[in-house]
Nanobody
Framework: QVQLVESGGGLVQSGGSLRLSCAAS????????VGWFRQAPGKEREFVTA????????YYADSVNGRFTISRDNAKNTVYLQMNSLKREDTAVYYC???????????????WGQGTQVTVSS
């Protein structure tokens, strides 16, 4: 069982930066890939980025590639999402999730956090 808690969301101006954190409870956290997904009002949840458990392989959605960076500190059971050059279209609730393999597929993620709101103003 893995419990995930996101933090770091908030209101930021366009062009600004935020860093989200995803803290996990699992003793074997390094066995899990962690992904970030987001859901904007009236839209479906979408993949943002993911990182593997041990070897730091990563995937990024085209819409955030070059602006967002995912990283993890297994000693702290935490995954980070550094978001730079934020745009209004990045406004969404951001969720972290854990899976047994590195994947972009939402259905492969068995454990989810409650989400944190990110709002980008113009």
């Amino acid at each position: 069982q893995v419990q995930l808690v996101e933090s770091g969301g908030g209101l930021v101006q366009s062009g600004g930066s935020l860093r989200l954190s995803c803290a996990a409870s699992a003793r074997t956290f390094s066995n899990y890939a962690v992904g970030w997904f987001r859901q904007a009002p009236g839209k479906e949840r979408e993949f943002v980025t993911a990182i593997s458990g041990r070897h730091s392989g990563t995937y990024y959605a085209d819409s955030v590639n070059g602006r967002f960076t995912i990283s993890r500190d297994n000693a702290k059971n935490t995954v980070y999402l550094q978001m730079n050059s934020l745009k209004r279209e990045d406004t969404a609730v951001y969720y972290c999730a854990a899976a047994s393999v590195l994947t972009r597929s939402m259905g492969m993620y068995n454990y989810w956090g409650q989400g944190t709101q990110v709002t980008v103003s113009s």
